[in-house]
């Protein structure tokens, strides 16, 4: 089946430094990706939609700078995290996918910012 | 638009009983609707799907959903309860309305007793 494998798994960082998460599809070719955060017992909200090729589609309230998202090839695509803060501490997850055979997520990042 | 909402943000059952986790769903077209679980720190695995087929729809583990579009409801079951099942779930809804983007609901988490 389709696997799509995320790293790193958890990182730490300080306060102001930057952060990149990585999201390929393994055995498949992804034009679309998607990113989400979640929060401490509550669900996933998406924050923006990663089109290979082009500039990403950010969700309302999503800030862009802040989380540069970029997917230069049909398997890969990044999450920076620019100028963290504690605030930015959360649990990230990818997707790739689509409805006609079915969407993969990948197994997350715990970000905390210290 | 469309929404989702879990009816129970927490249902306790004992191993070997019946599990049963709601969702009513809000779309103005016809919805694919998915049922998701996570465990923790973990990403999510998809347990099964409605995409306009069979409104009984059987997923893996012993899972199985009913979409009901009168009541607007796509519930989950599983006839006997096993201790593994101890997990968050999200029901999900996709429409090509809406670009396909998934919205998910705020999530149950299951606990399993012995």
């Known amino acids: 089946g389709a696997v799509v494998s995320q790293h790193p798994s958890r990182v730490i960082c300080k306060s102001g430094t930057s952060v990149k998460i990585e999201c390929r599809s393994l055995?498949?070719?992804?034009?679309?990706m998607f990113w989400y955060r979640q929060f401490p017992k509550q669900s996933l909200m998406l924050m923006a939609t990663?089109?290979?090729?082009?500039?990403?589609?950010?969700e309302q309230g999503v800030e862009k700078d802040k989380f540069l998202i970029n997917h230069a090839s049909l398997t890969l695509s990044t999450l920076t995290v620019t100028s963290a803060h504690p605030e930015d501490s959360s649990f990230y997850i990818c997707s790739a996918g689509g409805l006609s055979y079915g969407y993969t997520f990948g197994s997350g990042t715990r970000l905390t910012v210290v | 638009a469309q929404s989702v909402t879990q009816l129970d943000s927490h249902v306790s059952v004992s191993e070997g009983t019946p599990v049963l986790l709601r969702c009513n769903y809000s779309?103005?077209?016809?919805?694919?609707l998915f049922w998701y679980v996570q465990h923790p720190n973990k990403g999510l695995q998809l347990l099964l799907k409605?995409?306009?087929?069979?409104?009984l729809v059987k997923g893996i583990n012993g899972f199985e959903a009913e979409f009901k579009k009168s009541e607007t409801s796509f519930h989950l079951t599983k006839p006997s309860a096993h201790m593994s099942d101890a997990a968050e779930y999200f029901c999900?809804?996709?429409?090509?309305?809406?670009?396909?983007?998934?919205?998910f609901g705020g999530g149950t988490r299951v606990l399993v007793k012995p």
């Open positions: 409605y995409t306009s087929a069979a409104t």
């Open positions: 990663s089109n290979e090729g082009s500039k990403a589609t950010y």
């Open positions: 055995d498949f070719q992804a034009t679309t």
């Open positions: 779309s103005s077209y016809s919805p694919s």
């Open positions: 999900v809804v996709s429409t090509p309305a809406a670009g396909n983007k998934l919205t």
